[in-house]
């Protein structure tokens, strides 16, 4: 797929290319020519950058069994930023990966004090028929509560006797005051990550983890812990990809507590056409100037949400990207045009959402 | 029940009541008059104190629910000195007890690197075979293994939200080489203690942990932990009674892992004999000496087998005692009726011992 330039800006900041450097992580796109139809995320280089992704890569190719393993904290609502590694599972999906999906309850109980019940309630409602209806077939993956999961549990408590306080406090910042729970979780975490290759669930594989650049420690401490636990299990040390995060539509990050940064899978077509029309652009301050001097599509929120989700053909987002810089579209145009996309979008997703929410309620009720 | 005087010789050693009195542990003795039949060990002030004993000792009286937990851990063999717990149950089961015994494979694993299937082995086998063998009817006892309860671990990660580092540090001297899973586990001793008061297992009402001194840490984190959770589970805080332990028959403590200064459930009539034979006592250089100024049965390991284990008759002790002090009787005769009295409840036990065994396996294998 002969691209005429690069249409998606400086898709890595500089911050990440630091962090990057600073962590170890590998460019994604040099993989790009070997990956079996990449999808845009990838070739767009929001997926940016991975750790050890060739022997996951290996086995796709090979058709062998491979993991991807990933986890939902059931704490708010669902904004198009979350879709994000929802379309690369579904994509992993296509390519046979076995998913496993953790609902991450403890988390959510012991880091924002959420009852159980409503833990569940959310993950039904909210997050698996929004992922069902986003293209991926819970029904096939592993889905399961880390308070249900009798297995995780006692694995997490098995590989902590490996992990001292004094490498949880240098990872997490863990103090006197910091409570047993979040001093014990992160090694729920790792369990979530490793226990797809205990023997009852299928034996040592290639595992992949899709994270935000953020959640690297983890990964990192779930292969030191791999690497000590060897012996008795065979571990794979697990891969992991790593994808820069939407901004939000305002220029400050995309939150789910502040609606106007984001855009809910849950909005109407008046709360979209009110947050676009609102967005923060790469234009000029007068449609004038913006015709002779053109807009800057790399300093736009609204062009990130094309790149991101709108226009998943890279011929058309680069007509978009010239017209912008060439001042032939002006910001009122084109924000007409996103809100019409994401209108239609959205309306489509409530429909198929509507008709998951049956299947992702029952499929919760017998999950482990 | 009159006692011409006080046959057990000073009880509560002096480095006890010291204990007690920066415990803040009462007095056990005090309440003695209110018990109905109380164990001889209670007499004896081997049980020699508690924490809030008279909401358990209320409902006893009353005829009320109440429970009894104690734990084991699987790591060697029963010897007479765990024996000590084990008549307490069946006293309690007697006084309509709930008893909940908790096999601490966790701790198994977490504190000496014991595999669980080890530890499963070691339940049926050495202690629940055992512990029927001596009165307690595990039948009607909730057993259950740590490693495969659910409930204990869901509640301990919930507890320990409330716990933090510095307060453990301050308990358990937990420090940065410190591994997760033992700054983890006293949430599940705290757990098993207070699960048996939610609401699926029966909900609040007076618990009682009977223990040696030196496991009134547990006991004071889980009664604060059993406050701070007060308003979600109404948890009772647990009582607790505080028992001596038998010392080693060579002077040094009793121990699983000194063969010479204990004896064990399954020794032989020659094991008992040669132990009780090179046991230190409280006797004079000489036979003559000793006919002429008498023994010191305060000091005498084997007067410590009579007072704890070989003769439940106070009356009959207390003769002994006499004896022993007057000159009247001499270590070595002292020591063959000890050793015939040990040989004849050994042999009886071993027997009921494997008698026992199929029960206790049949156990393992149903419990949570």
Known sequence: MPIRIDPWSAAVPEDYARLMHEFGIESFEKLLARIPEPHY???????????????VLSAM??????????????????????????????????QGADIYLCVADLEAYSARSVPFKESKKLAAEEYLANYHALGLDVGRCHVYFQSR???VRHLAFLLAKRVNFSEMRAIYGFAGESNIS??????????????????????????????????????????DVAARFQREFGFVLPSSTYHRLLPGLTGEKMSSSKPETAIFLTDSAEDIKKKIKDAFTGGKPTAAEQRKYGGDPDKCRVYELYVYHLIPDDEKLLDLREACKSGAIICGDCKLRAIELMTKFLKAHQAKRKRAEAKAKKLVEKVY
């Open 182 to 223: 979040h001093i014990f979780y992160p090694m729920i975490d790792v369990a979530d990550i490793l226990h797809p290759q205990l023997k009852e669930f299928g034996g040592p594989r290639p595992t992949v983890v899709p994270v935000g650049i953020d959640q690297d420690p983890h990964l990192r401490l779930a292969r």
């Open 61 to 94: 190719r090979r058709g062998d069994r491979f993991v991807v393993m990933t986890g939902l904290m059931p704490s708010g609502r669902m904004h198009v930023g979350h879709k994000l590694v929802i379309d690369q599972l579904a994509w992993y999906q296509r």
């Open 149 to 151: 999961s009798d297995v």
């Open 41 to 55: 995320l990838m070739r767009r280089k929001i997926v940016f950058g991975h750790r050890d992704f060739e022997r």
